[in-house]
């Protein structure tokens, strides 16, 4: 019974335009082992031991979050089904970020030079963009800290 209705959510997701690859063969592992158990419903536990199954904690927590999906659909129809809870977190892996050299960021602004002129300031735009992402590049997304907040024609009073 559980694998026909993961066959209708499946289905029903790739209509909507969801490609559900892996999800699916995940999806359908966890129906097999559901009713191996024999399961009719989607049971809590059933579901964190299936995700245990698994060799890393970033794929258990996957595995996990789908049918959690899956279980909040089926809920919705027939309240039997269990929405476990996702005790399990996934492992944020930032990339590293690429720093040009100054000499890589010289070859964007003359690339940048030679771009097809679609409107009159398009190359003049796009090296005036590279040029203050090379020059500011630790202060991209802020202000650039001041060492002083009077205005330059001050500056020079100073003692």
């Known amino acids: 019974m559980l694998t026909a209705q993961v066959e209708r959510y ?3 997701r790739q209509k909507l335009g969801y490609k559900l690859r892996e999800q699916g063969i995940g999806l359908r592992a966890f ?3 559901a009713a191996n158990r024999g399961d009719l419903h989607i049971v ?3 579901a964190v031991d299936w995700a245990m199954e698994s060799h890393s904690t970033h794929a258990r927590y996957t595995r996990l979050r789908n049918v959690i999906y899956l279980a909040r659909f089926l809920h919705a129809e027939d309240p039997s089904h269990e929405v476990p809870f996702n005790h399990f977190r996934a492992c944020v ?3 590293l970020p690429y720093i040009y050299s ?3 960021i010289k070859q964007l602004i003359g690339a940048a ?3 097809r002129q679609t409107y009159p300031l398009r190359r003049r735009v796009y090296e005036t963009l590279l040029g203050l992402c090379g020059n500011r590049a630790p202060y991209f997304g802020g202000a650039q800290p001041q060492t002083s907040r009077r205005p330059s024609r001050w500056r020079a009073a100073d003692p």
């Open 93 to 95: 892996r930032r990339r």
């Open 44 to 46: 809590a536990s059933t």
């Open 102 to 104: 100054s000499e890589e």
């Open 10 to 12: 499946i289905l029903l």
């Open 31 to 33: 129906a097999r082992f």
């Open 113 to 115: 030079r030679r771009l």
